[in-house]
């Protein structure tokens, strides 16, 4: 181990001065849990949002936007694989048995990946509106995120994110300077998807949330989800769509937009894997997972899982040198 | 199955650098994953993969004692103050000769 804390309050101190815990340190248990769970979350929505993704690769109009839509699907999964690299090296699970838990229903997933995208419409929505909901949060990780493999590796997920935020972009306005028909599935696209992608930042963190204590996040969930609202109800009702919010008003003292009270039910649903796909979700999740069995043997050596944990080869003895 | 680290070099500007790390069955294979998942739009144009239990490290209590060793730096200042009291004492043809010299 390379260091280690006598109490809580050293950790702490260490977290507050701006400190970087690497994954051989002799972290306290339980910021190694709560650092765990929060990476694990992430992979496992970049591995669901990845397979969704795949879904629609046959289905994408044009060619050269179906060829965009599988470099989002191979970034999706390999943000998966880096992200249950940097987890299963915490040493708490191995990468299988997060995987198995996924399938089982055991460990979560974002929220939005809890419904079903049935139109393209759909797709281009949770490209434009979810997307940018998830690096928005992403990026306010990155800033300040005191577990060092973890920043580093997002460093690289949120430049992907980008070319993705910035497709959905691309896809949206194509399809409001579409036919009244286009407009139309992207109205409705809207009025489905706009709160689940609003209630992905979450309620209003606690006062005493340890990710925000650990400096494992940066950001209150109320502040980054305000910052996506000031951005993207302009921008929808720009395009002459209509945000489906019956209480949307805007501030005119705050100068800000409101959507009115959020009804936090439908995430608590999901947290609980019972959204409205959830189920069929999960068992096409795990259904694949038996059906690219023969692509893992075929990579594989036969032998388990090796990454439980950072252990190199040796340390070396301290000795000063002059 | 084997965990490689994996460092990309942006030829000509950069030192490699420590990017991440994947999981492979063999070196071939880590080359291919390494370049799939870290060097997936011109992030680097050569690649190294180490077996990460390959990897011999040292930490900070024996890397630590060279980040005091005043001994091994000159900032310059010493030098800066007493080439200013020569021109001020001194002609001053005195102090630009010195200061041909140092350059």
Redesign the interface.
Known sequence: M??SWETMQEFEAFLNEGGLVEANDDMPDPYRQAVFTFIEMHANSELMGGLTERDWIPKTPGLRHKMAVLAKT??EI?HG??LY??AA?LGIKT?TQMLEDLFAGRSRFHNVFHYRAVTWGDQVAIAFLVDAAALLSQQAVFKNCSYG?YK??LR?IIA?EGFHMRLGEDRMMRIAEGTPRQRQMFQESLNRWFWPALQLFGPDSKPDDVLLRWHIKSERNEVLRDRWVQKFVPMLTGYGFTVPASELRWDDETRRWDVGPIDWAPLERTLAQGGPDSTRRIAEAADNWQRTAWVRAA???G?????NG????????????V | MNVYEVFLKKDGREEFRHVGAIEAATEDLALVLARESYARRAEGDLLWVVRRNHVISAEEDFVAPNADKPHRHHDGAAVASRRKAARESSSHKVAESADEVTH
Do not use: Y
């Open positions: 390379a260091r191979q970034d390999g694989h880096l690299m940097v090296d990468r493999p580093r590796i690289r992907e990579l594989s050596d032998s388990d899982t090796a990454s950072v252990d190199h080869a040796s340390h070396m003895a301290a000795a000063a040198p």
